[in-house]
Structures are given as C-alpha cells and as structure tokens.
T-cell receptor, first 112, second 114 residues
Framework: LAKTTQPISMDSYEGQEVNITCSHN???????ITWYQQFPSQGPRFIIQ???TKVTNEVASLFIPADRKSSTLSLPRVSLSDTAVYYC?????????????FGQGTTLQVKP | EAQVTQNPRYLITVTGKKLTVTCSQN?????MSWYRQDPGLGLRQIYY???????DKGDVPEGYKVSRKEKRNFPLILESPSPNQTSLYFC?????????????FGPGTRLTVL
C-alpha cells in the first residue's frame, strides 16, 4: 500500500477555506484515495473518496491531479467544529482485507 | 440510528485479569474489525472478520482473541492483559470486506492495564 505524507498540523480561522494536501508518490493504478476525519475521543469518520479529477459531496471536495501522486482535501468555510485530525489513506481497489492504514494525519485547528 | 457500539467505554484493570470488550453493529454489515490507537503510531488493525465464523489476524494480533458467532457482534478478548495493551480501541464495520467500502467506527474504548 502506498505511503502517504501529510502536514502534521494546520491552523485556520472560521469561515476560511482549508486545503490539506496529501502526497502519495507510489500510488498504484488500482489504488483509491480516501479521507477520514477524527474528532477527539471519537472514532474516525469517512469523509470522501476518489480516484481521479474531482469529487464533491456535502462535506468536502477532493482534488486529484492527472498523475495522482498527490491529492487535496478542501473544506469550504470551516467552523470551530471542523477542528479534528484528518487522515489521507490510499486503498487498493481489489484488496479484500478491509484493512485501513492510517498515518499520523493532519491536526486542523480552527480558531474563532 | 445506524451505529457501532462498544462497551465499556472506559476500563481500568490489572495485569492478567481477563477482559472482554464488546462491539455490536445494527447495519447488517458483513465485515468487522478491531483497531488500537496509540500516540505516534496511528491506528493499527488487530483482527478482522469477513463474516460469521470467519476471522483473521491484522497487524498486531498478539495478546488478543476475537470471535464472530453472530453477524452483529465482534467481541475483543484479552485473556491476560498486560500494560503494553493500554490503548484506545476502536471497532469498525462495513458492508463488505473490500477496502473501498466506507467503514463505520465505534466511539472507542479506553483501556488502562496497571
């Protein structure tokens, strides 16, 4: 499974757009990119998943360039409640173990 | 409400005293899994189960046992807990074992072994 690299921490202010970039230089053809969010003292929660180009849902957008060696999670107009750890995962499309490999994640601190 | 529940949420015990952490999901998911989360090490998978009576080891299975007698339940058993098993434990479930299926995590169980 591809190793991912993300910034350890980021700060933002309420109302701003936040972009968290994840590097996955060794991503394979069948790999997908998935982001999870974890609030303190809670389990991780699925945010978004994509393979290429752009994916958008009610929570976030995911931008994946053509070479797929990186991806950017975009959170529009963050609020204090978006303070959490964000994990970028690369998952093999044909894997059947269901194992998720979590790195250190990015701790996002949203300030008033 | 669709959810994964774990009990207990907090537990302090002593070395060698057998304990069980229960996990239950109400989404009729086939796949269930246990992770432990430690500072600086992220989440690591302990065991997983693809269906009833089908379980397999994850990355850190030593010192743990699991069983899957019913689809909804996946208890984690520590036969003889040791201090290095002090951790935050999460149970997760998903529709299928394929890695692309969204996994739903429980609220966590914070275990301290003295």
């Amino acid at each position: 499974l591809a190793k991912t690299t993300q910034p350890i921490s980021m700060d933002s202010y309420e109302g701003q757009e936040v972009n968290i970039t994840c590097s996955h230089n060794n991503i394979a053809t069948n790999d997908y990119i998935t982001w999870y969010q974890q609030f303190p003292s809670q389990g991780p929660r699925f945010i978004i998943q994509g393979y290429k180009t752009k994916v958008t849902n009610e929570v976030a957008s995911l931008f994946i360039p053509a070479d797929r060696k990186s991806s950017t999670l975009s959170l529009p107009r963050v609020s204090l409640s978006d303070t959490a750890v964000y994990y970028c995962l690369v998952e093999h499309g044909s894997s059947n173990t269901g194992k998720l490999i979590f790195g250190q994640g990015t701790t996002l601190q949203v300030k008033p | 409400e669709a959810q994964v529940t774990q009990n207990p949420r907090y537990l302090i015990t002593v070395t060698g005293k057998k304990l069980t952490v229960t996990c239950s999901q109400n989404m009729n998911h086939e796949y269930m899994s246990w992770y432990r989360q430690d500072p600086g090490l992220g989440l690591r998978q302990i065991y997983y189960s693809m269906n009833v009576e089908v379980t397999d080891k994850g990355d850190v299975p030593e010192g743990y046992k699991v069983s899957r007698k019913e689809k909804r339940n996946f208890p984690l058993i520590l036969e003889s807990p040791s201090p290095n098993q002090t951790s935050l434990y999460f149970c997760a479930s998903s529709f299928s074992s394929g890695s692309l299926y969204e996994q739903f995590f429980g609220p966590g169980t914070r275990l301290t072994v003295l």
